[in-house]
């Protein structure tokens, strides 16, 4: 028998890919059967088969055509090399009934090679000893190789060829294979049955398929594929069952084939072993590596949950919880009742939160909005030179890579001049500066002790009202009632909305405060060269703009008295406001306003508004805007009180005062009441000239009856005017006079006081402008404020100091550091508004004129509409004055 050189046994290895003692039911599974069937039947079929009825699955196609290709291969080595000499017919006989099944398929293959090759087949159908060759009549006529050539015709044991032939030694050593039994269990069936019953052997799966072709191809497919072996043959099956034979069990071979490392490893090629070998290395190597681990080692780690069942109930022990969470509270022995079933909780792991970045805001107008109307800070002739300059108008988008600095930019553009940026704009204060210790920060003010109390029953409580009547178009500028009047605007008491309404300063203050950020909150503390800590801006503020707000704890008087005996006994530095009400706000605990130092020449005021029906306290802007890097500053008005008290003041200022001290008097008589008075006094005057005329008149004329008719037009003129006259009537000239210039007074102090009265109230209908009223309240403000003041208490005026102007200021009052502490035994109390020793010992609005012996500010400010103004609100700081013309 011709042996395949062992390359293309490799290759044929290799393409079958089966194990070698199992080859043949492997083969016989994936790639054989078809292989062998298509042979079968061209043996058995009268016509040579079409290819396409043989290979009706693609692997199996692949394998046939790979095997056939191999074989055809080694056919025609074996016939370029001298013919083996012939075999005698027995010798060829038994040889080839020796073969196995498996050989059988391979000499179907053969046969299938015949067929495609013609000659062959017809050589091969001569054979006689084969049972499956075909009749000599059906064999084409011989055209190839002469007949001695045929009857070596090689028998190819693929058992040989695969290399496991040394299993099959028994087979190829005179074996009768047809009377041996074999088992070979297929999915419960066997070789042996099959042959048994005649269905395995060529001849059996001629006889049982019968007929056609197709149908024969079936059959065998159906008993010798794993697709037939799974449907077990019932028939089979009963003859197995009654037949008396002993079954042999074969040891090779038994039930399901069992995978391990060795058999595995022999179907491998050398190459094959190889890189197994390799792999099993590394395998090694990482089970070594991981020898070290609790894993490994089979170590819990992770508490282990266990249940249990008690009572019919389950019951789920966890782990003690981490001593960290919880602080463990004794239970008393009462409570350490059985517990109850406890529910399994899985803690999650603790979520990372991801920290959000801030982001600084670059450029010149960051925290800060872009002036709305751009023309508002020109001259006319910038205004005219903008005109011809289009392209500096806004394009309404705005600028927020790179915007011009704020106030100036534009006009720097308009004159066409280099300029220079702020340096610390980009340079704010590196952190890790020095703070004070014991400042404790709080944004908003709190009432401490019974001050709370108080502040609400002060009957001033309910009079902060105010109503404006101003339209989106007017924006709550500079008429806004309710701005004059240093009352913040909300829903409650303007229509304009927040959109449009600039009178929000508080509420501006909180978005921006809340939204963060260095350059929007605008200020940071510094440490001055020699005045302790201080405050400065790192952005531009508008002149009035809100900077910060003072805030702290408010307490009453008494007990500010309490903490600087006691708590502040060793400070150097108090940070106590006059506030309203006869209370003080406390900053020591308190916002960073507290750190705002004096100057002769502020750049900012403290003022006082109200917000929501609330006094609140805060620093603006003055009357220019704020650079960046500049430092805040406002004049204290600071009162020492008494010598020992004054400090130095080193605010460094042209007009420096030289000492924290109050300011210089700013007691001026007002010019235009004066001239309103000689005016009015003038009217009066002729009034009553007239008014006497008509009278002497009117005697003469009683009896036409004309003199009624006059009188009630007159009256129809003025009720005022009339009011005044009608009392000058019954006086002499120059006391009439007089009494009708009081008369105009005590009437613009009434329009003040309806008006108030008219905002106060809930009624949307307002005075027919609140422009017009606003205006007048501005021009006869002080009138009004003196004459008000009298008449509310006309006793204490009577025994107040002469010509003592209130100011809107005087209702601050800083108690702050004095060099010179008090003394052992003194008892500091904070006062706010006498600055001379008249006015400390005069009886004030609070009505108690103790002596003070405490330094004290009262900060002062240049005479605007809001100063004069506030003085109109009830407040236990404006002191009694006369009137200038009392
Ligand atoms: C309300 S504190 C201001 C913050 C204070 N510099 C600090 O370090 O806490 C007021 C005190 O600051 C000092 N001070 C403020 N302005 C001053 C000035 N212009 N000249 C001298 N000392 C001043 C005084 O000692 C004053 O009593």
């Excluded at 079968?40 to 046939?64: N, R």
């Excluded at 012939?86 to 099944?101: D, F, I, K, S």
């Excluded at 590596?289 to 022990?317: C, M, S």
């Excluded at 600039?502 to 060269?529: H, M």
Aim: glycine share 6%.
């Amino acid at each position: 028998m011709a042996t395949m050189s062992p390359a293309r046994a490799s290759s044929a290895e290799s393409s079958f890919g089966g194990a070698a003692d199992t080859f043949s039911n492997v083969a016989s599974l994936s790639s054989t059967p078809p292989t062998t069937v298509a042979d079968s039947m061209s043996l058995a079929s009268d016509a040579s088969k079409p290819e396409h009825v043989v290979a009706s699955d693609p692997i199996e196609e692949t394998v046939s055509e790979t095997l056939h290709q191999t074989l055809q291969e080694s056919i025609r080595q074996q016939q370029q090399q001298p013919p083996p000499p012939p075999p005698t017919p027995t010798q060829a006989a038994p040889e080839l009934m020796q073969m196995n099944n498996v050989e059988l398929v391979v000499e179907a293959i053969e046969v299938t090679t015949a067929v495609s090759a013609p000659a062959e087949a017809a050589e091969a159908a001569e054979t006689p000893a084969t049972p499956n060759a075909t009749s000599p009549a059906d064999a084409p006529s011989s055209t190839g190789r002469p007949r001695r050539s045929r009857a070596s015709l090689p028998v190819y044991n693929l058992a040989q060829l695969t290399g496991t032939a040394i299993h099959g030694k028994r087979r190829s050593k005179g074996d009768v294979v047809s009377e041996r039994r074999r088992r070979r269990t297929i999915a419960g069936d066997t070789w042996a049955d099959n042959n048994e019953d005649g269905g395995a052997s060529p001849d059996g799966v001629a006889k049982s398929a019968g007929g056609t072709a197709g149908d024969r191809i079936n059959a065998l497919d159906s008993q010798r594929s794993m697709r037939g072996a799974s449907t077990p043959n019932s028939k089979v099956s009963k003859k197995r069952a009654l037949s008396p034979e002993p079954r042999r069990i074969s040891t090779r071979s038994t039930g399901t084939p069992v995978e391990n490392l060795a058999n595995k490893l022999t179907t491998l090629g050398k190459r094959g072993r190889k890189s197994v070998d390799k792999g099993l290395s590394r395998v090694a190597l990482e089970i070594k590596r991981l020898q070290d681990t609790n894993e490994f080692a089979g170590i819990d780690t992770k508490p282990v949950l266990y249940t249990t069942w008690a009572k019919g109930k389950l019951v789920t022990h966890t782990d003690p919880e981490p001593a960290t969470k919880k602080r463990k509270v004794p239970e008393s022995p009462k409570k350490a009742a059985p517990t109850k079933a406890e529910t399994p909780v899985e803690e999650a792991p603790p979520m990372k939160q991801r920290r959000i970045k801030k982001w600084l805001e670059h450029g010149l107008y960051s925290g800060q909005e872009a002036p709305m109307d751009i023309y508002k800070s020109l001259t006319p002739t910038e205004r005219k030179s903008l005109a011809d300059m289009p392209e500096l108008m806004p394009s309404g988008k705005p600028n927020g890579t790179l915007p011009q600095p704020i106030f100036n930019g534009l006009r720097l553009l308009i004159r066409g001049r280099d300029f220079k940026l702020p340096y610390d704009i980009c340079n704010p204060l590196p952190p890790g500066q020095p703070k004070p210790d014991e400042w404790r920060k709080m944004t908003r003010n709190r009432f401490v002790g019974n001050a709370s109390a108080i502040w609400k029953k002060n009957p001033h409580f309910n009079d902060y009202q105010s109503k404006c009547v101003c339209t989106p178009e007017d924006g709550c500028a500079e008429s806004c009632q309710n701005r004059i009047m240093l009352y913040e605007c909300d829903q409650t008491n303007c229509n304009v909305g927040p959109a449009h309404c600039q009178n929000r300063a508080f509420a501006r203050l909180q978005e921006r405060t809340k939204a963060g950020g260095k350059y929007r909150v605008g200020v940071e503390v510094i440490k001055t060269e020699d005045r302790g800590y201080g405050i400065r801006s790192n952005r531009c503020f508008e002149p009035n703009q809100i900077i910060m707000e003072y805030t702290g704890e408010i307490i009453t008087e008494e007990e500010c008295d309490r903490r600087m005996n006691e708590k502040y006994k060793e400070n150097q530095c108090y940070y106590l406001m006059s506030f309203d009400q006869n209370m003080i706000i406390d900053a020591t605990t308190g916002s960073i306003a507290r750190f705002v130092n004096h100057s002769c020449t502020p750049n900012c005021r403290m003022i006082k508004w109200i917000v929501s029906g609330q006094p609140r306290m805060a620093l603006f802007a003055g009357d220019r805007a704020i650079m960046t890097g500049e430092e805040l500053t406002y004049d204290y008005n600071f009162d020492p009180f008494s010598a020992k008290n004054v400090q130095k003041c080193l605010c460094g200022s042209a007009n420096c005062r030289g000492v924290l001290g109050p300011k210089s008097k700013e007691v001026k008589p007002p010019k235009a009441p004066k001239e309103d008075l000689k005016k009015s006094i003038k009217a009066g005057v002729k009034a009553g000239k007239r008014k006497l005329k008509e009278l002497i008149r009117d005697k003469g004329d009683d009896e036409d009856g004309t003199a009624a008719k006059r009188r009630k037009i007159k009256k129809a003129t003025g009720a005022a005017a009339g009011k005044g006259l009608t009392r000058a009537l019954s006086t002499a000239s120059l006391k009439a006079a007089k009494n009708a210039a009081k008369v105009v007074k005590r009437s613009v102090s009434t329009i003040s006081v309806n008006a108030k009265a008219t905002l106060g109230s809930k009624s949307p209908k307002l005075p027919a402008s609140g422009r017009k009223l606003a205006s007048i309240k501005r021009k006869s403000t002080v009138v009004k404020t003196y004459s008000k003041k009298i008449s509310m208490t006309p006793k204490k005026a009577a025994t107040s100091p002469p010509k003592q102007l209130s100011s809107r200021k005087s209702s601050l009052t800083i108690v702050a550091a004095s060099t010179a502490r008090p003394g052992k035994g003194s008892s500091p109390s904070v006062k706010s508004t006498p600055s001379t020793k008249e006015a400390k010992d005069a009886p004030t609005s609070r009505g108690r004129g103790r002596p003070r012996k405490h330094a004290i500010a009262s900060p002062a400010s240049g005479p605007t509409p809001r100063k004069a103004l506030d003085i109109a609100r009830p407040s236990h700081d404006i002191r009694i004055v006369e009137s200038p013309t009392a």
